[in-house]
T-cell receptor
Framework: EAGVTQFPSHSVIEKGQTVTLRCDPISGHDNLYWYRRVMGKEIKFLLHFVKESKQDESGMPNNRFLAERTGGTYSTLKVQPAELEDSGVYFC???????????FGPGTRLTVL | AQSVTQLDSQVPVFEEAPVELRCNYSSSVSVYLFWYVQYPNQGLQLLLKYLSGSTLVESINGFEAEFNKSQTSFHLRKPSVHISDTAEYFCAVSELPYYGGATNKLIFGTGTLLAVQP
């Protein structure tokens, strides 16, 4: 069984540009989570999808971040326009319905110059 | 709101020595407790979890953690570490589900880098 995959693994962009991160959860997992780790700090929750619906987006930092999960399969996280403070590692995780164990992807390292 | 404190950012230890990674949490509601590990160049992996029942939980690679409700702690221990245990360890909590469905989002500590030296 394939694990959670994320693309790209690294992205380097300039301030003001747009970047889109992609997450493919484990097949059949209804729950999909996005987290972010800014350098040296804790991993912070961004949002949670149940299938295609946003269950909780309380962790989204501002309206420059837009997450989608069309069809309840893969998800994208777009940052537009990117700012320096958006740099960090973005993790995606998924879990089956009713299960509290989240399976994490390898993360996307975003660097905004 | 919940919070997790991992006071030790780095723990250097010699191979075959015992180790304890500390984790304390704060929450006004009951929580589930987790330890995740991130090996170099890999994603986060669940190491062990406490949901209910016995307060001592174990992983398949020799780690154990004990839930102490009175001290709000969930420290991770291993009696004898290996070079391959070198990794960053994250303690995390999530709220118990309630009727209507909690988000089960994880609240993480800042991580502890375990550096095992030969």
């Amino acid at each position: 069984e394939a694990g959670v995959t994320q693309f790209p693994s690294h992205s380097v962009i300039e301030k003001g540009q747009t970047v889109t991160l992609r997450c493919d959860p484990i097949s059949g997992h209804d729950n999909l989570y996005w987290y972010r780790r800014v350098m040296g700090k804790e991993i912070k929750f961004l949002l949670h999808f149940v299938k295609e619906s946003k269950q909780d987006e309380s962790g989204m930092p501002n309206n420059r971040f837009l997450a989608e999960r069309t069809g309840g399969t893969y998800s994208t996280l777009k940052v537009q326009p990117a700012e320096l403070e958006d740099s960090g590692v973005y993790f995606c995780a998924s879990s089956p319905e009713g299960d509290n164990e989240q399976f994490f992807g390898p993360g996307t390292r975003l660097t905004v110059l | 709101a919940q919070s997790v404190t991992q006071l030790d950012s780095q723990v250097p230890v010699f191979e075959e020595a015992p180790v304890e990674l500390r984790c304390n949490y704060s929450s006004s509601v009951s929580v589930y407790l987790f330890w995740y590990v991130q090996y170099p160049n890999q994603g986060l992996q669940l190491l062990l979890k406490y949901l209910s029942g016995s307060t001592l939980v174990e992983s398949i690679n020799g780690f154990e953690a004990e839930f102490n409700k009175s001290q709000t702690s969930f420290h991770l221990r291993k009696p004898s570490v290996h070079i391959s245990d070198t990794a960053e360890y994250f303690c995390a909590v999530s709220e118990l589900p309630y009727y209507g469905g909690a988000t089960n989002k994880l609240i993480f500590g800042t991580g502890t880098l375990l550096a095992v030296q030969p």
